[in-house]
């Protein structure tokens, strides 16, 4: 582990946070709750500064989860399949209906399975054509999105 952390050239200090507990740390607001995946898995809101991010973690939303991600700015989603349920990963449309259930501004799909990976961007630019009140990304490394 020491030379994992020599090569990334920067301290990283690790925050524990339990489902459903709310915490304050580097001027940032965590908070967590489980969704469903076949092994503990937790999805995270981070909010600083008026703005808000959720990130899925690797499952499906729970109820709860749900209600942790209203309002956020971005939702940060793993979609393995585009409808086909697969235990434990949510799907690009269950990603796109919670995004506008929540409300929120930016979706970005991510954990995308590599063979349907075309088909999903060729879904999502037919949809942004139509789509005003969501923006739908699918991320590729070294993207940014500013909220």
Same mark, same amino acid.
Request: net charge negative.
């Given at each position: 582990?020491?030379?994992?952390? /020599? ?8 925050? !524990?946070? !339990? ?15 489980? %969704? ?9 809101? @981070? +909010? ?9 973690? +690797? ?5 709860? =989860?749900? /209600? ?7 939702? @940060? ?5 585009? +409808? ?16 506008? #259930? =929540? ?5 970005? @799909?991510?954990?995308? #399975? ?6 999903? %961007? ?26």
């Amino acid at each position: 582990m020491a030379r994992f952390f /020599e090569k990334i050239g920067f301290h990283l200090r690790f925050i !524990e946070i !339990e489902p459903g507990e709310k915490m304050e740390d580097f001027g940032l607001s965590f908070q967590s709750d489980e %969704n469903s995946h076949s092994q503990r898995d937790l999805a995270l809101k @981070i +909010d600083a500064q008026g703005k808000s991010i959720y990130y899925s973690g +690797d499952g499906k939303p729970t109820e709860e =989860c749900m /209600e942790l991600a209203k309002g956020s700015h971005l939702i @940060i989603h793993e979609a393995f399949h585009m +409808d086909k349920e697969i235990p434990g990963h949510g799907t690009v449309s269950g990603a796109i209906d919670m995004a506008r #259930q =929540c409300e929120a501004q930016t979706l970005a @799909i991510v954990h995308i #399975q590599r063979e349907i990976r075309e088909q999903v %961007n060729d879904r999502v630019r037919k949809m942004m054509d139509s789509e005003r009140s969501l923006k739908i990304v699918v991320p590729e490394p070294g993207d940014r999105i500013t909220l």
